[in-house]
């Protein structure tokens, strides 16, 4: 069995889209201690080649030919997996296929959104609690991996309360709680105060507090308030993942050319990296409209986002150092010489800019994602 510690720490939320392996390794440098993927729906894990990728060192799950789930051995003792689920055995095999790459699983019981609820997953299991209890307990008994849960509060105390002690009950290793209702709209405050009961009666088991931390001191402030031992940041870490740095955040433009470099490290897909890097240029939700912030509208690849910003050595130098491992690998494969990226002078496809633009501007559009088609807000 791993051993994951979840108490006292500081970690990365799950996000759709956001999530994803170059800012998880980024959140781990400034600072997180643990790291949450994005909901991955349990059937399509399950059945996912697992392979590794020559030249970056990056594990790729993939089905179909398209990439599930990316991970990489700096981050195996800090990932956690978040399945979404309705099923307990569907959730054992999800879990079973990603065991040997990450530090724990976790159980999505928060996501409102109606493509989850419909198919008995996220919120809806907070209504369904004999089934949560057998998912929980599955996972904990068979998957040989720690398990944890994030879940929203109810109604009233005494219903939160229940569920909290009920989810304590089947072995799980910590319990996250996002504090508001299913029905509450990011743009309301959490719900701290609801903290102090859940804490009170969860004795055996770290809770880790969910909802509008900001800046690094307001996880002192939560952990004054509610006695809660972990802080778990979602849309601060969004806006500049240097928020996990107790020295406080970096300008802006320095962390989206640290998260640029992860993303050509990783090779992570363009249109990915594109999309958090204009979700960064935030302030309170609300894009800066800044002059770079326009400037990476009109860009769409690795190489042209490295020459924006003045990368263009780094962008050349680290695909060299990726073909010679590709070919280090196989080099007999003649198709190893070719350049796993395109050049610099390439052409930018307008129309397809357009379209990811438009992605990231409305809060509705983050839901979508390119590996898997739902939409997701717990
Ligand atoms: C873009 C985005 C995507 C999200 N995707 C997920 C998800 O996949 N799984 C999940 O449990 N919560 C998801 N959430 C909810 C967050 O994990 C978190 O619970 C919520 O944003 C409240 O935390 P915050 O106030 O720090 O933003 C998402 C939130 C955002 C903003």
């Known amino acids: 069995m791993k051993m994951t510690d979840y108490s006292n720490k500081v970690v990365l939320a799950p996000m759709v889209r956001i999530s994803s392996l170059p800012l998880r390794l980024l959140s781990l440098e400034y600072g997180a201690d ?89 919120a809806a299991l907070l209504s369904n609690q004999p089934v949560l209890k057998k998912i929980l307990e599955n996972l904990v008994q068979n998957s040989g991996l720690p398990v944890t849960c994030k879940v929203r509060i109810l109604e009233t105390p005494e219903k939160t309360r229940e569920l909290v002690k009920m989810i304590e009950g089947t072995g799980v290793k910590a319990i996250t709680v996002h504090c508001r209702t299913k029905d509450m709209r990011s743009s309301e405050r959490a719900k701290w105060d609801a903290l102090k009961d859940i804490v009170e009666n969860v004795k055996t088991i770290p809770v880790v507090a969910n909802g509008d931390v900001f800046e690094y001191g307001d996880i002192q402030k939560l952990k004054d308030h509610t006695n809660v031992s972990s802080a778990m940041i979602a849309r601060g870490a969004e806006y500049n ?72 050595e780094f962008y050349e130098k680290e695909i060299a150092e990726q073909e010679a491992r590709k070919k280090a690998a196989s080099p007999h494969d003649d198709k190893v010489s070719q350049p796993p990226k395109r050049k610099l002078e390439e052409q930018e496809d307008d129309a397809s800019t357009e379209r990811v633009v438009k992605l990231a501007k409305t809060e509705q559009d983050k839901i979508e994602q390119p590996i898997q088609k739902a939409t997701i807000e717990a």
């Not at 204009?278 to 002059?291: A, V, W």
Request: net charge positive; hydrophobic share 35%.
């Open 241 to 312: 993942p240097s928020i996990f740095r107790k020295e406080g955040k970096l300008p802006v433009v320095d962390v989206i050319k640290a998260y640029l470099k992860k993303c050509v490290e990783v090779n992570n897909l363009p249109q990915n990296t594109k999309y958090c890097m204009l979700s960064m240029d935030k302030e309170k939700g609300h894009h800066t409209r800044s002059e770079i912030y326009d400037k990476m509208t009109h860009t769409k690849s690795h190489p042209s986002f490295c020459k924006l910003f003045g990368m263009e």
């Open 34 to 122: 643990l790291v949450w993927t994005e909901e991955t729906i349990d059937k399509k894990i399950i059945g996912c080649e697992r392979q590794v990728n020559p030249a970056t060192g990056v594990i790729e799950y993939k089905k179909n030919n398209r990439l599930v789930f990316a991970t990489h051995p700096d981050e195996r003792n800090h990932v956690i997996f978040q399945i979404g689920t309705a099923d307990p055995d569907l959730a054992l095999q999800a879990a079973l296929t990603v065991k040997d790459d990450v530090a724990g699983i976790d159980v999505n019981c928060g996501c409102p959104k109606k493509f989850s609820i419909h198919a008995g997953m996220g």
